[in-house]
């Protein structure tokens, strides 16, 4: 090397210009804490300073740790879960680790094959699979392999199934509904293909029957804004519905763009609830109520899971609330004297 060359800050240069041992700049660099705020603020300012950053190779090679996860996806996937992935993402980095997504091709098996691939590889420390797979169930890291974690409540086509699917909470809406004097309904369902539409149709229907009220048709939608404005739009002027429900966000905001089209008032003239409680609902006028859907919580969990099964911690804490959860706004109302 020449003598011009830059070399790397060590260890041992961050300790001396933080005035701290060399062993306790190592433990900041584990995360394992019980250090000082003054002592922490004193490191972080000297590896800032410095430039300094960690031989993550080395120190793989020294102690077995890679500071690295895997999240495992299929290939192609009608869907990535955004949401799920940015949440377990902050926890791992809040952790002191990296994540990197692996896309598969082929079917649960292929994914399951390259899963033990990843875990017995050395480059990462763990395997987090949003999908089940054959043969693997959470397990704990060992000497020679990462821990594995399951989130299991997507499909191959990361369509939402489990707990996900649950369709409970359509109940909770024509029950409230019904409570505040409606008694016509429409449902936008959404495509049959997926687990979650042909769940939330089958409540709908079984508690409007239960309850005596009356359907005027299940729409098999598309999920598009455009297909809840042509369901409504194509209502008769003298329709008896007041109420309609749709199983997503975007069918719900068309269907209210066009009752407001109509001259209908919402909820004056029509209530309308959706489902997957986007950003773009809560500050529409009226805003939306709609179906919680904490994918968040979800990832925040799922990746707490994998780092307990890495580090021999406990189990983490349950989701606080249930993945799914109807918010009542303004879109909904009690039901209009026709």
Request: proline share 6%; with cysteine; hydrophobic share 40%.
């Amino acid at each position: 090397m020449s003598e011009n060359a830059v070399r790397r800050p060590t260890i041992v240069q961050v300790a001396r210009l933080a005035q701290v041992s060399h062993q306790t700049v190592s433990r900041y660099l584990r995360h394992n804490g019980g250090l000082k705020p003054e002592t922490v603020r004193r490191v972080e300012a000297a590896i800032e300073e410095l430039g300094y950053r960690p031989n993550l190779v080395a120190r793989s090679m020294r102690t077995r740790r890679t500071g690295r996860l895997a999240v495992l996806l299929p290939a192609p996937a009608l869907l990535l879960p955004t949401r799920l992935l940015s949440a377990a993402a902050t926890v791992a980095h809040d952790a002191g680790f990296l994540i990197e997504v692996v896309s598969v091709e082929g079917g649960a098996q292929e994914r399951s094959d390259r899963a033990m691939d990843l875990m017995s590889s050395g480059q990462v420390e763990g395997v987090l699979s949003l999908t089940s797979l054959p043969g693997l169930s959470d397990q704990p890291a060992t000497a020679s392999g990462a821990a594995f974690a399951v989130v299991g409540q997507y499909d191959d086509e990361m369509r939402g199934i489990g707990e996900l699917a649950y369709a409970s909470v359509v109940a909770e809406i024509v029950e409230h509904l019904a409570g505040i004097g409606h008694r016509h309904f429409v449902h936008i369902a959404g495509p049959d293909v997926w687990s979650s539409a042909r769940a939330r149709r089958q409540v709908y229907l079984e508690v409007i029957e239960r309850l005596g009220l009356t359907s005027h048709g299940v729409v098999d939608g598309d999920w598009s804004g455009e297909c809840g404005y042509e369901t409504v739009r194509s209502l008769p002027d003298s329709s008896p519905v007041t109420a309609v429900i749709a199983a997503n966000d975007p069918m719900a905001t068309g269907a209210v763009r066009a009752a407001l089209d109509r001259g209908w008032g919402v909820p004056e003239r029509l209530s309308v609830v959706g489902w997957d409680d986007l950003e773009l609902g809560r500050f529409a006028t009226p805003s939306l109520s709609s179906v919680v859907v904490d994918r968040e919580e979800q990832g925040r969990v799922a990746m707490e899971r994998l780092i307990a099964l890495i580090r021999g911690g406990p189990e983490p804490e349950a989701p606080r609330l249930p993945l799914n959860r109807l918010v009542l706004r303004e879109s909904t109302g009690p039901a209009p004297v026709l």
